[in-house]
């Protein structure tokens, strides 16, 4: 945790900020009279610890009082540096979303002119507002753990549900998500009938995991029926993910043109259906890992698009 030395903002692009201690930050769009809210990178944030750096290497013969390297927050004993892009940060009031890390400098740039140099290229982050309020100089600023995605599993066979066959799949569907830092919410097996899944699908929603995989039951057997359970608890499409999963299975083989799974949402939670075998469902999640993630956060709505 680190606290806020500075609020700076500027007129123009490319010129020195002033410290005003105290600002309006808002939504999607950065400080209040800022010029550089708006754009891709609507606050910019730059360790105190950097500038001192700076002005000892200069030997004290360069002025460095705050924003003059462009920085909207100077920052006190947080290490950005080990910030990831992803990663969330509360600033006073105001929830942020680092965005980048470092940038090209611009020619001609007052602040190089007046400083000889400007860090900001190389040590500066950036960031987009996700909750607005006021950010002041003193207050706290530190990142915000993120709440861990969660999956249910549903398991589809009437083998593995009497007890006569390993539920393979649905453990290796575990063990991935777990790989990718999902905490598992729930794992259930049902019976191949229509109405068992389909209620065991909509219990599963009911407690909101962000997504909800299920295995088995995709194929044109008699009893294969998860994909018409699935589109009955459906609240909004989402064929994207399954056309994915087909468009790469059948790379590999032919036969992937015979699987009928789906991909929806009801309420915030992701269904998707995979395949029985587990070989085809460690490809299939191979595919939609990691960008079924951002279709998470956009559920969320922690993402803008």
Excluded: W
Aim: hydrophobic fraction near 40%.
């Amino acid at each position: 945790m680190g606290k806020i030395a500075a609020v700076c903002i500027s007129e123009k692009k490319g010129t020195v900020k002033k410290d005003i201690g105290r600002c309006l930050v808002i939504k999607g769009f950065g400080l209040a009279g800022d010029a550089h809210a708006g754009s891709e990178r609507q606050v910019s944030l730059l360790p105190a610890e950097s500038v001192r750096r700076f002005g000892e290497l200069t030997q004290g013969k360069v002025e460095l009082p705050a924003g003059v390297f462009g920085e909207n927050l100077l920052t006190e004993g947080l290490d950005l540096e080990s910030l990831c892009v992803g990663d969330r940060i509360r600033a006073g009031e105001a929830l942020m979303e680092i965005t980048q890390k470092g940038k090209t400098c611009h020619t001609n740039c007052e602040i190089r002119n007046i400083a000889g140099d400007c860090i900001m290229p190389r040590e500066g982050v950036f960031a987009m507002v996700l909750e607005g309020g006021y950010v002041s100089a003193g207050d706290e600023i530190a990142p915000v753990p993120e709440r861990p995605l969660s999956v249910s599993i549903l398991t589809v066979s009437d083998r593995a549900f009497f007890g006569g066959y390993e539920d393979k799949s649905g453990q290796l569907i575990a063990d991935i998500c777990v790989e990718n830092g999902f905490h598992i919410m729930d794992r259930a097996i049902c019976c191949d009938d229509e109405d068992k899944v389909r209620e065991s699908l909509i219990r599963l929603c009911d407690a909101s995991p962000d997504i909800l995989f299920t295995s088995g039951g995709t194929g044109f057997s008699l009893r294969d029926r998860v994909p018409e359970a699935t589109m009955s608890v459906c609240e909004r499409n989402a064929p994207g993910i399954a056309e994915a999963i087909r468009a790469y299975s059948m790379k590999i083989t032919p036969r992937a043109m015979l699987s009928r799974g789906t991909s929806v949402i009801r309420r915030r939670t992701v269904i998707v259906n995979l395949p029985g075998s587990p070989k085809a469902v460690e490809e299939c999640l191979d595919v939609i890992f990691p960008t079924v993630f951002h279709g998470i956060k956009l559920l969320r709505g922690e993402a803008d698009k």
